[in-house]
């Protein structure tokens, strides 16, 4: 349950950010290569908010797919699993997008 | 509570075999810095574009710089709980701690047990418990540095918390991660659990004295690991009677 420390990482960054002034919504980038499950974060968010300046704050999560560029055939492609691999067959590959793992910004009352 | 790890009530607690008492300090790097509201009252966007982990990531970050001033090279075990990490461990206290100093720092949610093995062996341990946490982080393994107070020129094994899902995520200062796995646990691990194997620097195929006895294909594990991340070196032992482990420890050498 690593989405609980993560998530608690952003809502202290947060809190702190706000300086007292309440948080309205949460923007986080999360790439589908970080092994961060977005409804378990959205879940973590709601509990980790209790009792700070971000309570009730919305949570939204811009999801960015995975994709790569291979070194062998040179094409750019998206890739829907774990395994980063070029359709061409070859591992030699640049992650392009899908390790983010960020606070994006947020909107403060 | 802690930003890095979410710790609180549930406590982290960093001890050694002959000190049970010490708690996790959090005093480095928790400050804050508070910048006092100003008069307004219209909603604005503020915009952080900050990474999540960046405070785990610097404190580990200061960790590395910590341990390669003193030229202590530190790797970060990981496996899912029974691998046979804290018996790899064993052996390779008896066999390399004439060559070089090597201390532990041991992660897991509770209990003393594994550091009292290590102890035995003479090695210098620390215990961390993570409580409800199911991975180390830089800060855990800061204040473990603190009390473990390695020699320069160590190497230190730090013993991850067996999961193989969380600990992927967090940087500890380490200088290498190394994924083990053992034969009886099915060939496709490393397809199931993509984002650890994908992060290892080397994969040990442990317990392969128990290959007659369960259906576990090297080759096709070894295929699997070369399309998770075809940098990984991989080694296959079995730190029960010994055999190949001069493979893992010429991969130590190499690497430390």
Redesign the interface.
């Known amino acids: 349950m690593h989405e609980l420390s993560i998530t608690q990482s952003i809502v202290d960054a947060v809190c702190e950010r706000a300086a007292g002034r309440p948080v309205l919504s949460v923007k986080v980038r999360v790439g589908t290569l970080t092994a961060v499950v977005p409804e378990a974060m959205r879940f973590c968010f709601g509990v980790v908010v209790e009792g700070t300046v971000a309570e009730g704050a919305r949570l939204d999560i811009d999801l960015r797919p995975a994709a790569t560029h291979c070194r062998t055939c040179g094409a750019d492609s998206e890739i829907t699993d774990p395994i980063v691999l070029c359709r061409c067959g070859s591992a030699d590959v640049d992650v392009v997008s899908g390790r983010e793992l960020q606070i994006v910004s947020m909107r403060v009352g | 509570?802690c930003?890095?790890?979410?710790?609180g009530e549930a406590g982290v607690r960093v001890s050694s075999p002959h000190d049970h008492d010490h708690n996790h300090g959090h005093d480095q790097d928790h400050g804050?810095?508070?910048?006092?509201?100003q008069e307004h009252?219209q909603?604005?966007?503020?915009?952080?574009?900050?990474?999540?982990?960046?405070?785990?990531d610097q404190l580990a970050e200061r960790n590395r710089y910590r341990l390669a001033e003193r030229h202590i090279v530190a790797v970060n075990l990981m496996s899912s709980p029974g691998a046979g990490k804290t018996t790899l461990l064993e052996r390779t206290i008896r066999d390399l701690s004439s060559d070089r100093p090597i201390a532990v720092i041991e992660g897991d949610q509770e209990t003393l047990l594994d550091a009292d093995r290590i102890r035995r062996t003479g090695a210098p341990v620390v215990q961390v418990n993570t409580g409800a946490?199911?991975?180390l982080?830089a800060a855990m393994t800061h204040d473990a540095l603190d009390a473990l107070d390695p020699a320069a020129g160590s190497l230190i094994f730090i013993e991850n918390v067996g999961n193989l899902?969380?600990p992927?995520?967090?940087d500890l200062g380490e200088s290498g991660k190394v994924v083990i796995i053992s034969v009886t646990e099915g060939t496709d691990k490393p397809?199931k659990y993509?984002?650890m194997f994908?992060a290892a620097d080397l994969v040990v195929v442990n317990k392969t004295d128990l290959l007659p006895y369960v259906d576990f294909d090297l080759a096709a594990c070894r295929r699997h690991l070369?399309?998770?991340n075809?940098r990984a070196e991989v080694v296959a032992v079995s730190a029960t009677t010994g055999d190949h482990l001069g493979d893992w420890y010429g991969w130590l050498g190499a690497w430390a």
Do not use: S, W
């Open positions: 509570m930003a890095t790890c979410g710790c804050h810095q508070h910048v006092h509201p009252a909603p604005r966007t503020i915009t952080l574009e900050q990474k999540v982990l960046a405070k785990n946490g199911c991975h982080d899902v969380c992927a995520l967090f397809l993509p984002y994908a070369a399309a998770i075809p």
